[in-house]
């Protein structure tokens, strides 16, 4: 069983940064495609940024491309989502997801792709 658990999240101006850490546990990490989803209040959850296993390829939603990285550690289990420039419709609570298996450069922007998800960490952008 795969476990998730993203942290980093909190409070922050606009034109602030986060660094958003999400810690995964069982199975092989190194071989998990990851993504980043973000639901705000009332709307449906929705796909911010993804990475292959292998590292080798990223893809980002259009409202965060140029803010966002996406990157990830083999080593230490774990992928990142790095925000600059934050701004208040960035306000939502975030998750981190795994796909367990897929090609090696391989990226998914659907939610309905990945296998595992972790609880989610809120983020609020103040104006």
């Known amino acids: 069983q795969v476990q998730l658990v993203e942290s980093g999240g909190g409070l922050v101006q606009a034109g602030g940064s986060l660094r958003l850490p999400c810690a995964a546990s069982g199975g092989t990490f190194s071989r998990y495609a990851m993504g980043w989803f973000r639901q705000a209040p009332g709307k449906e959850r929705e796909f911010v940024a993804a990475i292959s296993w292998s590292g080798s390829s990223t893809h980002y939603a259009d409202s965060v491309k140029g803010r966002f990285t996406i990157s990830r550690d083999n080593a230490k289990n774990t992928v990142y989502l790095q925000m600059n420039s934050l701004k208040p419709e960035d306000t939502a609570v975030y998750y981190c997801?795994?796909?367990?298996?897929?090609?090696?450069?391989?990226?998914?922007?659907?939610?309905?792709?990945?296998?595992?998800w972790g609880q989610g960490t809120q983020v609020t952008v103040s104006s």
């Open positions: 997801a795994a796909r367990t298996y897929g090609a090696s450069d391989s990226v998914y922007s659907s939610r309905w792709q990945y296998h595992y």
